[in-house]
């Protein structure tokens, strides 16, 4: 079984490597009637696009999205969307030197131990370029629950957290980090600059709140919302923890204050549920933070082995984000978009 399609009424597939001709994705259940364009996507692919500034990967790609199929006169007909894009800076040449060592903390041993061979072409299809076609297929989500509002932004960069005192959500979209605090923003372009010239490179958090969730998405037991959403941001590249809500934090609290006192209306008087109670949604913000490790490919040597089991040393040239998290933010996005919009459908399947 290959694992490249997610989802339960929507299911999403996508395909495609790293240096191939292009990655693409397939959307299936997707509900008809839905007026949707390339002019739809392509802003949410923009926003991910690399090379856009000084703290991505330099790789020139327009990430130019089209769709060839599922929609007609500008409304989606109910069949399969697919959606492509073309690779146009491919530079497989850069990672020559890994076709035979493997790169630590990437997936190019795991890989090899379970197919016997790897495409090591940029890491073929364990890249994060293949979270391109996430977020397009995300931006298709975010038109089936459009009462929905998704937001992401970084809470923290190589160990530096936000001030919640000073957040402004403005500030997300004009800096280049997605930082809603802009003093710790410019603390993080320092930061990012003196890790990129120490070869060297950081991790982050990315926070996303979804507003307008209506009280009765998700299901009991095995349908959570919370565990769809923690498999979700799981399967992102580099992602190594998700909390929902308060999430470890709620383990040092005392029962009175984690729990979400309720007036009528009905009201809560806080959220450190995150939005789901019982795996169900409770008509409040859904809450999620997603922890990204450090990018593996880095200029400093690292020791390793080669496909042969000789100890070598290893250095990632080409082109790699200093830091994945800013990048991830519109990954995180689009993959809420595309669990509420799964559960939205299942929701109506059931209960009507």
Known sequence: ??????????????WGESHGPAIGAVIDGCPPG??????DIQPWLDKRRPGASRFTTQ???????????????????GTPISLLIENEDPRSKDYSDV????????ADYTYDAKY???DWRGGGRSSARETAVRVAAGAVARLIVPDVSIRGYLVELGGDAIDREAFDAESIDSNPLNCPDPAAAVRWERKIDEARKAGSSLGAIVECVADGVPAGWGAPIYGKLDAELAAAMMSINAAKGVEIGDGFAAARLRGEDNADAMRAGPTFLSNHA?????GISSG???????AFKPTS???TPVPTIDSDGQETEIVTKGRHDPCVGIRAVQVVEAMMALVLADQMLLHRAQCG
């Not at 079984?1 to 996508?14: D, E, I, K």
Request: overall charge positive; charged content about 25%; aromatic content about 6%.
């Open 297 to 299: 490919s880095i200029l």
């Open 1 to 14: 079984m290959s694992l490249n399609t997610f989802g339960r009424v929507l299911r999403v597939t996508t």
């Open 99 to 106: 076709s035979k060592a493997y790169r630590p903390g990437h």
């Open 34 to 39: 839905i007026e949707v364009s390339e002019a």
């Open 284 to 290: 409040q913000p859904v809450v999620v933070r997603v």
């Open 116 to 118: 016997g061979f790897r």
């Open 274 to 278: 995150g939005g789901i109670l019982g």
């Open 59 to 77: 790789r020139r790609e327009s990430d130019q999205v089209r769709i060839l199929s599922g929609t007609f006169e500008g409304r989606t007909t």
